[in-house]
């Protein structure tokens, strides 16, 4: 397939980076004006798939949609070919996707992250099998980046950040792996946004922009950095933490006494790994089972509070909004 350029938000050919032309070969395609944005209704011939693409330009360099796909689909798409240094950065928010390229398969699930890079002379041709699955989707020009940034950033760093994003993909032209606490935490405020007016918009733009540079730095980040001590000691806290009910989490001394580590040691390798201290883990968990309750059970705010240990609904509401981006009484109404 002849490579070609194009601009990463092209209104006629392109909605995000596929081909309109390939897409109406399996899609009804319905496009809607917002404020800041479009958004793109797809709806399969067989009525089987349906999918929302909500696309935002937030700058010259990067761009990013959010999909929904509801239903289960199991197709294959070309990618089309450009001639510029385009990444595609996939994060999985809900349901599961598995991608299939040539001989290589990437499982999606919440937290999982897939870094293509789209300037290759390997493939243009993909599948994917998915469920009722949702993704963020950011494409960043790298070239145009390190443009944007050589204006008030000393090259040489830069050039030193650039090329640690492109060993990243090492011979291959995916990156696949898994976030941190840190990452969720912000995937979460950014799927509850609203974005109705300029402060919405430059809010939503600020989080995505933290978003993707804290995937990259999570990718770029030498393994060295991180001990295999550190990393077993993590997993097996957070394993601990899992393990319990949620009224039945132990106390933070508890948790290093029963890891057999200081608490300084313990705190400052979860903070490398996740992102986030051991508190904010287990009142991340306790946000989550409460979101969880709002979803699936009859139960007010008040007792949902009670339940996870928030004597104050006020105080509860306070941190679900700081997880999630969406006060409980709203998140309730959404869904």
Known sequence: MEKIEKKLLEENDFI???GVNELKKFF??????KKFGKEYKLISKNEKLKCI??????????????LNTIGETDKGFFYPSINMNVYEIMYCLHGECIIFSGNESYSMKKG???IYKMNNDNIDEYSFKSSNFKKILIFLDIDKLETSLSKSIDKNLILEWKEKVVNIFEDNIFCYGKTNSEIDILSNQIENMNIDNIDDYLEFKMKIFKFLFLILKLKITPVKEVSINEEEVVMKLKGMVDGYAISEIPTIKEMYETVGISNYHLQKAFKKIEGITIYQYVQKKKMDYSKHLLETSDKNIIDIAMEIGYENPSKFSKTFKKYFGILPSKYLKKN
């Open 112 to 114: 999982s992250i897939l």
């Open 53 to 66: 693409l909500e696309r935002y330009r937030l700058d010259e360099d990067y761009e990013v949609s959010v």
């Open 28 to 33: 009804s395609i319905k496009e809607k004006e």
């Open 16 to 18: 995000g980076i596929f």
